[in-house]
């Protein structure tokens, strides 16, 4: 007997079936089947038994009867699948149809025609609450879009703030918006993309009001309807407390000026404003000196940033440093933030560091994916490494499979001509 917890589980289960009749063939449907055989049977390969399959599940009372009629609705023979509707359209009631939803949410999706979309579409105002908790994303999106008409406003308002899924919330929070209804609520807690909107539906102060707003999206429609009244965004930023959002907009705003009020902060006890500090420091101060201590900061959010700040500027931080950083004694956030930049500095660099790293477990699978990636462009390297690290490279090739270190060492100088020798 086949028992799934999940009825979306018969979806695998009519794949599966059909790939293994591939391979094994497929057997031919016994007078008296047992409920394992039927099943198999009505999603194998060949039309004429599934359609015999449907003729005996209209009879059963078995539980997998359903699932399996559903599953042929959407068949892609006509003749199989018009036989399947015209049993299911006799056993689908309230109750059925609410146990089947994420199958047929599933099944909708398949290229036949619409008519398990209409099923849905039909039956929604009696199941709406099932339907709109149901888990299958992509489901629960379309179940969202049609069920606009049937919610109220309170309900909109609710899933519009509450609802996990924020592409949910956004279509819920629209629909509000263009009714010109709770645009306050929705500008509290709404999804960005609605939060955005319902700034521009308000007055002149709720622009300055969100400045400073969590979201870097509300932070640059409140910056551009600063602007477009004629204020200075910057201006308000400096006059705000430190706060993310603040310290974030003076650097989405501000000038080289301001600066040393970013850098202040690369020292706070808070991971998301020395975040953010770092990301303001990238654009209006992008030689900052005092950024490059943070690339040991124990946040691995934090050391991503610094890696972009750093990355094109060799001047900051030296090869010896990055070299040091990669030692197993560091957190492995810090090492492959190390590894980075030392791949960033120029492709022999890159190749050395990779080679380094191939016997670290923790770092080894990064190493391995980038080496591949280096050889498959090597054949375009024109530049030769300095002796010292020719030499280097060479040595680590030791341990290397014979064919990979073929393929290195052809690379390197005196086994190809026409290049120009770079010196570290």
Known sequence: MIVFEDVRQWAEFEWAVRRASWYYGERRLSRRPSREELAETACGRNGYLREAAVERLAVSTDPEALPLLLLRCVDWVRPVRELARSIVLSKLDDSTLRAMLPLIGILRRRQVDDWMTSLLREALPSVLDDALALEDRETRRWVHAEAIGLLSRER?????VRDHDFVVRAMCGTVLLDRGECVGELLAAGAPKV?????????????????????????????????????????????LPASFGALAGLGETGTADDAPVLERHLADDRPRIRRAAVRGLRRIAPESPAVRALLTDPSPAVTRQVVEFLRGKPALVDVPTLQDLLAPAHPVHTRRAAAALLRDRDTWRRLHADLTLLPDPDLAADAHQDLHAWL?????????????????????????????????????????????????
Request: glycine letters at 6%.
């Open 195 to 239: 939060r955005m909107r319902a700034l521009t539906m308000l007055g002149p102060d709720a622009p300055v009001a969100h400045l400073a707003d969590r979201s870097s999206a509300v932070r640059s429609m409140a910056q551009a309807l600063v602007l477009k009244a004629g204020g200075d965004p910057a201006a308000h930023y400096r006059a």
């Open 156 to 160: 909109l308002l609710d899933i519009a």
């Open 376 to 424: 498959a462009h090597s054949a375009d390297t024109y530049t030769t490494p300095s002796p010292a690290l020719a030499a280097e490279i060479d040595a680590a090739c030791t341990t290397l499979d014979p064919a990979l270190a073929r393929q290195i060492r052809f690379a390197l100088p005196g086994r190809r001509a026409g290049r120009v020798d770079t010196r570290d």
